[in-house]
């Protein structure tokens, strides 16, 4: 895809040749038939079509392609052509949808007025809404035919924006206060040192972000000046806001860096919101900050990594007094959700851009990087984040929450390896609810049965949680030793725990007796829970004396 600078920059040579021989896999002119806006519409939706198939690229409305000289091939467009209405035809009639980007360029041929298509990659084959579609090769749009669908399926995939390559120098692009903060991260991160020790021009030629002396985007996103990203990636910004309620803010900050200044400046100003929380241990006193250091890291890494450069809008970071989130354009891929996104088999939407960030550590691609985050919050006993897809974005959501120094202590002093996200996740779920059916356990740990039951026999092997309740209908909760730790702390009411027991048994019901044993509440004020359970039809009792059962549920 060429920006308005490259055409540009070749309209002068339309003098001595003809539009033609400047067409490309990626560029293509068109004249603008100004006796038929509908065969106008026709070619723009054909072009797209073409173009999109064929790994996206650039249409230029208004020049003839086989005429020499400038004053003659620069036709122009209509003025009174609505890009709007040109956005929708061609949006309502493909097959999967194509967004076109349009441009106007002003020139003193013709009517003044040229029209730039721009086509960005997607996942092909794209068709019109008759299923008709062509796909780029070389110069022209060939018949997308079966074979080339079938190789278009296979071989493709999602084509990677970030690997798109800029033509311009490298030393007009590149700053070197960003280069500086891409080392300053990497080596926190503990980089190779060989790629720390060397200059810009070679550490971007290492992490393979240079196609020969040509730039990437990635390259850009990584080091480039906020010209060069305003030119080359126009899409590409960040904000921040401190929230005052939903619909009002006091501080805001709207800025175009490369990906570590961004990164960086956004963890600048989450600092005086992001309070630490003080423990003393023996000697020693150990802070906390509200949103763990790694976490804010692991997210706004994921945002930018993740971000769909081909959709103008920012990675947004909302600070509220209860809460922080953080949102991108872009939705999950290759049948991401957030349902499964712990476990998931990675997938980058920028894959050159990712490689990139992986050779420094900053990112890794075996989807460690969600797990980091999550676990960054479990461990102190805080609430784990909240992943949303929203339309065609993402946003993550760190809740505030008080650090557990209890369980904190637990996780940190563990004999043998430590706690992975499942079991950690497993841990407050029963920490949070008491007993718990081994079905809510895995809807709340984003696993299926299978894999909670093996996490659960994991933790039952090192004493950490007990099952109870008839085996076909078993339920789990904390070991004794393990409650006795937390009994200040775990959030369950008598009314709670007697619905807990006699919703697992509930076929053979439950005692008075055992109630009052397992409950530790007093018999008058079991029998007053049982008869306020009764009468709003959640328990109901059968024989009589001390014969009597209660079960869960009417009669």
């Not at 851009?353 to 797990?371: F, H, Q, Y």
């Not at 109870?468 to 909760?477: H, K, L, T, V, Y």
Request: glycine letters at 8%; aromatic letters at 6%; charged letters at 20%.
């Amino acid at each position: 895809m060429r920006s308005a600078q490259d055409i540009v920059a070749l309209l002068p040579e339309l003098e001595h040749h003809i539009a033609d021989d400047f067409e490309d896999q990626d560029l293509d002119f068109k004249q603008w038939d100004m006796q038929s806006r509908e065969k106008t519409i026709q070619t723009l939706i054909r072009m797209a079509v073409c173009m999109a198939n064929g790994g996206g690229g650039t249409v230029v409305f208004g020049v003839a392609d086989h005429v020499v000289g400038r004053i003659q091939a620069i036709l122009g467009i209509p003025l009174e052509i609505d890009v709007n209405l040109l956005k929708k035809a061609v949006y309502d009639q493909t097959d999967p949808k194509i967004m076109p980007v349009f441009q106007e360029l002003r020139v003193p041929e013709g009517t003044g007025r040229l029209l730039l298509m721009h086509i960005h990659p997607g996942l092909p084959p794209y068709t019109d809404t008759s299923g008709r579609g062509t796909v780029r090769i070389g110069k022209d749009c060939q018949p997308l035919t079966g074979t080339l669908r079938r190789k278009i399926s296979v071989e493709t995939g999602e084509t990677d924006v970030t690997a798109e390559v800029v033509h311009a120098e490298l030393s007009q692009l590149i700053s070197p206060a960003a280069i500086d903060m891409l080392r300053s991260m990497a080596r926190e991160q503990n980089a190779p040192e060989e790629l720390l020790r060397m200059d810009g021009r070679q550490l971007l030629q290492a992490l393979g972000v240079l196609n020969g002396v040509k730039p990437s985007k990635a390259a850009i996103l990584l080091a480039g000046t906020e010209q060069a990203i305003r030119d080359y990636i126009p899409g590409h910004h960040w904000i921040f806001l401190r929230m005052q309620s939903d619909t009002h803010y006091d501080i805001r900050e709207d800025k175009v860096f490369a990906i570590p200044q961004a990164i960086s400046r956004f963890e600048d100003l989450l600092l005086p919101f992001n309070p630490i929380t003080t423990i003393e241990q023996g000697f020693n006193h150990f802070e906390y900050q509200q949103y763990p250091a790694i976490a804010i890291r692991e997210v706004l890494m994921n945002a930018f990594c993740h971000a769909d450069y081909r959709i103008s809008g920012p990675v947004l970071l909302k600070c509220y007094h209860d809460k922080m989130v953080v949102s991108n354009n872009g939705g999950f891929i290759a049948g991401i959700t957030p349902q499964n996104i712990l476990h998931h088999q990675p997938a980058a939407r920028n894959p050159m851009l990712v490689e990139a960030l992986s050779r420094l550590r900053l990112v890794n691609r075996s989807n460690l990087g969600v797990g980091r985050m999550f676990r960054a919050f479990l461990i102190e006993g805080k609430r784990p984040p909240i992943i949303q897809e929203i339309g065609d974005s993402i946003s993550v959501t760190f809740l505030k929450s008080e650090l557990n120094p209890v369980f904190r202590s637990l996780v940190a002093n563990l004999e043998g390896a430590p706690l992975n996200v499942d079991e950690l996740l497993v841990l407050r779920v029963l920490l949070a609810q008491g007993i718990v059916s081994i079905s809510t356990l895995a809807d709340q740990t984003m696993c299926d049965t299978t894999q909670t039951q093996m996490t659960l026999d994991a933790l039952a092997k090192r004493g950490f949680v007990q099952q109870i309740g008839e085996p076909q209908q078993a339920c789990w909760q904390l070991s004794q030793h393990i409650r006795i730790r937390f009994e200040d702390q775990v959030d369950s009411t008598p009314r709670d725990k007697v619905l807990d027991w006699l919703r697992i048994h509930p076929e053979q019901g439950v005692s008075i007796g055992t109630l009052i044993n397992e409950t530790g509440i007093s018999r008058s004020s079991l029998k007053r829970i049982l008869e306020k359970l009764h009468d709003e039809g959640l328990a109901h009792h059968a024989g009589k004396g001390p014969a009597v059962r209660w079960f869960y549920g009417q009669q």
